[in-house]
């Protein structure tokens, strides 16, 4: 009797020992996967501000958290009332090649433009990336930079979309209108094609990660995943949004920005283009691209008038 007793004790002690151990290593993937998510290369800007043909201005200011980013304010020979600010994407700086395109095209048609790097990209003060939980700070302050009397277009792009959208939110009536291009829906949609991408894991595998990746993420870097519902926070901006996607987006489904419309503004416009990939609608469609992008911003400072 005393040694059944024992031996069940022993069991009850290895189930213990077991469990803590799957834990512990649940959570040390968790840390590492969040980790490796927020911590990205910079990449160079290989692209010359003097190749926009207007007067370019390098301009400094304090995120809404006072760290430091850096940027160029693009002006057109005439006098604008109307200005973009560009968003980009993770592992981008504000040389994104369409950012860079457009507001090019943007100063022939007497429109201004904010390029500016956000935290931990170009030559923006070091930080982690948040998927927007903390960029969307950034974009508050650039937005901020602009006169409250300009027509205020935000224009993001990929991670940059997503955190366009909480700043617009954020930012309700200042900002006029909202371009969105290759944004997720859901954060943790999101995070299982991250995680299946850089550990060539299955998403159903990657799946069952998500909460360790939120409960580390939360504790070691405070972002709080929950707060990245984007289908949430669209649904709370003042005015139409327009909603640009690659149908053949292998990084973003195209799926989640049919879910982005589903949850934006009444008069909205989504617009997928046929067999172009993560962020390259312009490219595969420049003409037609253009043309929406232009509508939805007369009629965005039309309606601020």
């Known amino acids: 009797m005393k040694k059944a007793k024992n031996i069940k004790k022993i069991v009850l002690l290895l189930f213990f020992l077991f469990c803590c151990l799957a834990i512990t290593i649940y959570l040390f993937t968790g840390a590492y996967i969040a980790f490796q998510l927020t911590h990205i290369e910079r990449n160079p800007m ?3 501000p003097n190749d926009l043909s207007s007067q370019v201005s390098e301009i400094s200011f304090a995120s809404t958290d006072k760290t430091k980013l850096s940027g160029w304010l693009v002006k057109p020979t005439s006098l604008s009332v109307t200005t973009v600010v560009f968003v980009h994407g993770i592992g981008e700086n504000r040389v994104q090649h369409h950012h860079f395109e457009l507001s090019k095209h943007f100063s022939s048609e007497g ?19 948040s998927a927007g939980f903390f960029e969307q700070r950034d974009v508050i302050a650039a937005v901020n930079q602009i006169p409250t009397n300009n027509c205020r277009i935000i224009f993001g792009s990929s991670m940059g979309a997503a955190t366009a959208i909480l700043a617009a939110k954020q930012l309700g009536t200042e900002v006029d209108g909202l371009i969105v291009d290759s944004s997720y829906a859901d954060i943790k949609d ?23 990746t939120s409960f580390m993420a939360n504790l070691m870097y405070s972002i709080n995943l929950s707060q990245l519902k984007i289908t949430d ?15 053949s987006d292998s990084r973003i489904p195209v799926s989640q920005a049919h879910k982005l419309y589903e949850a934006a503004p009444a008069e909205s416009k989504l617009i997928i283009v046929p067999d172009a990939g993560h962020t390259f609608s312009y490219v595969k469609n420049t003409e037609a691209y253009t043309l929406a992008v232009d509508q939805y911003i007369q009629n965005s400072c039309k309606n601020a008038e």
């Open 46 to 48: 290989t692209l010359n």
């Open 111 to 129: 429109i201004s433009s904010l390029l500016f790097d956000l935290r931990g990209h170009g030559t923006s003060a070091d930080s982690i990336a």
């Open 190 to 212: 999101l995070l299982v094609s991250e995680i299946s991408n850089s550990l060539s894991w299955s998403p159903s595998i990657a799946r069952i990660f998500i909460p360790a």
């Open 233 to 247: 926070v669209i649904s709370k901006i003042p005015y139409s949004v327009l909603i640009i996607h690659g149908e």
